[in-house]
């Protein structure tokens, strides 16, 4: 019986082979990775001035994960592993989409890890869906991929995103937050600060908000031990992943509301008084 080569092994060797094309077209170096997991290939920007010029080559490596379709609608699928692939990634990477029109015609476009994908992907994981699609109406053309390495090949860019992005995967949970890397020759982490500290913590239940209540406001010592044993919020931390640990939190806490019943003759009147500490750290 012999060999036989199907549709999607047909599209994939030609989709990347327009993707390789595409980036020489555009001074790219597309360095095709022998053992894919992941990453298709590693691409180097070409500096030189001009197509006959000699010139240096960067020495930052961004990671591809080329994706091919023959659809109409030029959709392609992500898994779960795909993308968690492409968000753990400790250098700059992006995401290429090639539509091929038969054999010999393609359109080749690509995106690259920016906060906003940061953030789309970490949605798609924290959602029970097992797939996520895209089209080339969400992606960029292959024209401005020279540009676009560039801009994420300087120093600190994806620091600078995950932290712009966790800040934005928190906020509509926690309120405004600001986050901040801290390293020195011997240490890192990553400084969060809230308005709201409780908002980071579990508090489905009464009896989690008792405990975090507790937590907060007991004996002074040995308080860090106790907020470390509370639950944090899978939601609010799920964009913290990839950044530097450990996490130090910080922000303003309040004690359950206690109600002051103030009484003369012939009125009467009630308050509800809270206790507020303002700026407790807590190390995670």
């Not at 959709?75 to 968690?84: G, Q, S, V």
């Not at 975090?212 to 106790?226: I, K, M, N, S, W």
Request: glycine share 8%; aromatic share 8%; with cysteine.
């Amino acid at each position: 019986m012999p060999k036989k080569r199907n549709a999607a092994q047909r599209i994939g060797a030609i989709g990347e082979d327009r993707f390789r094309l595409s980036c020489q077209e555009n001074f790219i170096i597309p360095n095709k990775v022998e053992h894919d997991f992941g990453f298709d290939f590693l691409c180097q920007p070409d500096l030189a001035a001009g197509f006959g010029r000699t010139g240096p080559v960067s020495g930052v490596f961004v990671g591809f994960s080329v994706r091919a379709t023959d659809r109409d609608d030029g959709r392609i699928r992500l898994n779960r592993a795909d993308a968690e692939c492409l968000l753990a990634a400790q250098f700059p990477t992006g995401l290429a989409l090639v539509k091929l029109n038969g054999p010999k015609s393609a359109a080749v476009y690509f995106r690259m890890m920016d906060s906003a994908f940061i953030v789309e992907l970490s949605h798609f994981l924290a959602s029970a869906k097992k797939s996520k699609h895209f089209t080339p109406k969400e992606m960029r053309p292959v024209a401005e991929i020279r540009d676009a390495i560039g801009e994420v090949s300087t120093p600190g860019y994806l620091e600078q995103v995950r932290a712009d992005a966790a800040r934005k995967i928190a906020e509509p949970i926690t309120g405004p937050v600001q986050i901040q890397i801290h390293r020195d020759a011997d240490s890192q982490a990553t400084l969060i600060t809230s308005l709201d500290l409780y908002a980071w913590f579990e508090q489905g239940t009464p009896a989690e908000q008792e405990s975090l209540y507790l937590a907060t406001f007991g004996e002074p010592v040995r308080r860090d031990q106790r907020m470390r044993e509370l639950a944090l919020s899978g939601k609010a931390m799920g964009g913290l992943a990839h950044l530097p640990q450990p996490y130090v939190l910080a922000g303003f806490v309040m004690d359950h509301p206690t109600k002051v019943c103030v009484q003369t003759t012939p009125v009467s009147a009630e308050l509800p008084v809270c206790q507020r500490s303002r700026n407790v750290p807590v190390g995670v």
